[in-house]
């Protein structure tokens, strides 16, 4: 069809671009039919091993250098209850287990509920109800010497006739001894035991992989929930810690070949990126129209969506095998063009030198 509109386009061009074609009439001159392609493409791949979010990206998309493509679900780590960051033993890069390894966490907190009572139903009322202590039951605490301090606590841990209590009020000193009551009046007859106040450790915030992100300083108070760290696979390198994956250059998406939510290993290929720096026609040139084509002849081309505008292409590639079309060869002839010409996947038409 092209080759029966070949005179007519050509007399279009010249009334259209004198000055382009004033030297070059492209009157009965063969034309190939192209495609515009990149002249190269980069292939994005995982930087480490992991699950990806969920993404929206798929091919024909433009993106610029930067542009984040994917992005790493991250494990995550909370506070387990209000308190203060005492020391954080991690910082982006760092592998966790070196951390935990050294240390025993990657981060120390000490809770807001500073002191427990370690206590035993020794001392307990006789009456066997008060020898049986229940999880979560509010319980009267009272020092057994001095001012007599009092304050209220939860039964956290029971084990046998030994039970642990978090000291929810008042104020006691380390080691105090106290007594434990389930009635405000302080009665004999409604003691559970006695123990003796200790300070509780501080949290020991565990985790694992590659730390991505950290949250939080020595110092800072935290609200239980809050969330204190991000890590990554371990197999990222230090410097790879990111949690996103980023376009390296402008270009089209050309592929995706991963799906939201997947498992990725190290090194999978995610998709490729048709690079838009420099383009080219990738034409389909029948044998008796190859001549004496080479590498570096120039050709004017033209693309479909506007055929008044000629170009100046050379001739960077020709296939040395053909292929069989409509009972003819046809051999690939690549053809660049000037960037930003139009877009990938574009028709295009190569003038052919003339016969």
């Given at each position: 069809?092209?080759?029966?509109?070949?005179?007519?386009?050509?007399?279009?061009?010249?009334?259209?671009?004198?000055?382009?074609?004033?030297?070059?009439?492209?009157?009965?001159?063969?034309?190939?039919?192209?495609?515009?392609?990149?002249?190269?493409?980069?292939?994005?791949?995982?930087?480490?091993?992991?699950t990806?979010?969920?993404?929206?990206?798929?091919?024909?998309?433009?993106?610029?250098?930067?542009?984040?493509?994917?992005?790493?679900?991250?494990?995550?780590?909370?506070?387990?209850?209000?308190?203060?960051?005492?020391?954080?033993?991690?910082?982006?890069?760092?592998?966790?287990?070196?951390?935990m390894?050294?240390?025993?966490?990657v981060?120390?907190?000490?809770?807001?509920?500073a002191y427990?009572?370690?206590?035993?139903?020794?001392?307990?009322?006789?009456?066997?109800?008060y020898?049986?202590?229940?999880?979560?039951e509010?319980l009267?605490?009272?020092?057994?010497?001095g001012?007599?301090?009092?304050?209220?606590?939860?039964?956290?841990?029971?084990?046998?006739r030994?039970?642990?209590?978090?000291?929810?009020?008042?104020?006691?000193?380390?080691?105090?001894?106290v007594?434990?009551?389930?009635?405000?009046?302080?009665?004999?007859?409604t003691?559970?035991?006695?123990?003796?106040?200790?300070?509780?450790d501080?949290?020991?915030?565990?985790?694992?992989?590659?730390?991505?992100?950290?949250y939080?300083?020595?110092?800072?108070?935290?609200?239980?929930?809050?969330?204190?760290?991000?890590?990554?696979?371990?197999?990222?390198?230090?410097?790879?810690?990111?949690?996103?994956?980023?376009a390296?250059?402008?270009?089209?998406?050309?592929?995706?070949?991963?799906?939201?939510?997947?498992?990725?290993?190290?090194?999978?290929?995610?998709?490729?990126?048709?690079?838009?720096?420099?383009?080219?026609?990738?034409?389909?040139?029948?044998e008796t129209?190859?001549?004496?084509?080479?590498?570096?002849?120039?050709?004017?081309?033209?693309?479909?969506m506007?055929?008044?505008?000629?170009?100046?292409?050379?001739?960077?590639?020709?296939?040395?095998?053909?292929?069989?079309?409509?009972?003819?060869?046809?051999?690939?002839?690549?053809?660049?063009?000037?960037?930003?010409?139009?877009?990938l996947?574009?028709?295009?038409s190569?003038?052919?030198?003339?016969?």
């Amino acid at each position: 069809m092209k080759k029966i509109l070949c005179l007519f386009t050509a007399l279009s061009l010249l009334a259209a671009t004198p000055a382009a074609l004033a030297s070059d009439d492209l009157t009965g001159r063969p034309i190939a039919d192209g495609t515009v392609a990149a002249v190269h493409f980069t292939d994005v791949t995982a930087p480490y091993s992991g699950t990806l979010a969920s993404f929206d990206l798929e091919s024909g998309d433009e993106v610029q250098a930067g542009d984040e493509l994917f992005q790493y679900v991250t494990s995550d780590v909370f506070a387990t209850e209000d308190g203060v960051v005492k020391d954080v033993f991690i910082q982006p890069g760092d592998d966790a287990s070196a951390a935990m390894t050294k240390y025993g966490a990657v981060i120390g907190v000490e809770p807001d509920d500073a002191y427990r009572v370690e206590a035993s139903t020794a001392g307990a009322a006789s009456d066997n109800e008060y020898k049986i202590l229940h999880l979560g039951e509010i319980l009267y605490i009272k020092t057994t010497k001095g001012d007599r301090d009092e304050g209220t606590g939860k039964v956290t841990a029971i084990n046998g006739r030994n039970y642990s209590v978090q000291v929810l009020t008042g104020s006691f000193d380390q080691y105090a001894s106290v007594n434990l009551y389930r009635d405000d009046n302080y009665a004999g007859s409604t003691c559970v035991g006695r123990g003796q106040v200790v300070h509780r450790d501080p949290v020991s915030v565990t985790g694992a992989g590659r730390v991505s992100a950290v949250y939080v300083k020595a110092g800072d108070t935290v609200k239980n929930g809050e969330k204190l760290a991000s890590f990554v696979s371990a197999d990222a390198a230090p410097q790879d810690y990111a949690t996103g994956i980023a376009a390296p250059q402008n270009g089209v998406i050309s592929a995706v070949s991963v799906a939201p939510g997947q498992q990725v290993w190290k090194g999978e290929l995610l998709c490729r990126v048709d690079l838009t720096d420099e383009i080219e026609v990738i034409a389909d040139v029948d044998e008796t129209d190859l001549g004496g084509l080479k590498v570096g002849d120039s050709l004017p081309v033209t693309l479909d969506m506007n055929e008044t505008n000629v170009l100046t292409g050379t001739v960077t590639q020709i296939s040395g095998l053909g292929f069989t079309k409509q009972n003819a060869a046809y051999f690939s002839v690549h053809v660049t063009i000037p960037a930003g010409s139009g877009p990938l996947g574009a028709s295009a038409s190569v003038y052919l030198l003339q016969k």
